[in-house]
């Protein structure tokens, strides 16, 4: 469940979101095939999610221009228009650079 | 509930963690402790969590010598130290350099 990312430098994408209403209609498949997509792309590290109130999603890419590359891959963009319509109250989408980390077990 | 950061550069601590068992006990109230207490730290930006199976907290700080200090500040080691033995099955810290980002709402 936690990304085994490899030692940085790497980069993070920080999703938060507030979702208008719990669950809606679509959510969960798309979030699902989004995922299994993402996992296919140049570069792609792992990813973290977790709901309640919040919505935090972070992705892990090799480099900024995997994590770029992603954004404009064809169904993602069709699935962020419909979020961005449809599902989301609010967002934020921060990108970052990973220059340290640790952990319990390493 | 999302964090109102001001425009990068700025830097995020994403804490990824697994419980060992829901809602330990001391956790609920420890979390609500350091979420003050890291609000009254020089360079606090903000700070959003979700858990379901996995938990995600970031907090957003203005230089990584914020972020630095908050980590070494008495009361939150003591926290640390607690969650290392008695709350957590594995967790990890990512620090990184937020370098752009954007919105539903700007």
Redesign the interface.
């Known amino acids: 469940?936690?990304?085994d990312?490899p030692p940085?430098p790497y980069t993070?994408v920080?999703f938060?979101?507030?979702q208008k209403s719990p669950n809606p209609d679509g959510y969960a498949q798309a979030a699902r095939d989004m995922e299994q997509l993402a996992a296919r792309q140049p570069g792609y590290l792992g990813f973290?999610?977790?709901?309640?109130?919040?919505?935090?999603g972070?992705s892990y890419w090799a480099t900024?221009e995997d994590a770029l590359r992603w954004k404009q891959v064809v169904e993602h963009r069709a699935v962020q228009r419909i979020g961005?319509e449809h599902w989301?109250a609010?967002?934020?989408?921060?990108?970052?650079?990973?220059?340290?980390?640790?952990?319990?077990?390493k």
Do not use: F, H, K, N
């Open positions: 469940m936690i990304a990312t940085p993070a920080i938060t979101s507030v973290e999610s977790a709901r309640d109130s919040l919505g935090i972070v900024a961005a989301y609010d967002y934020r989408v921060r990108i970052a650079t990973v220059e340290r980390d640790y952990g319990l077990q």
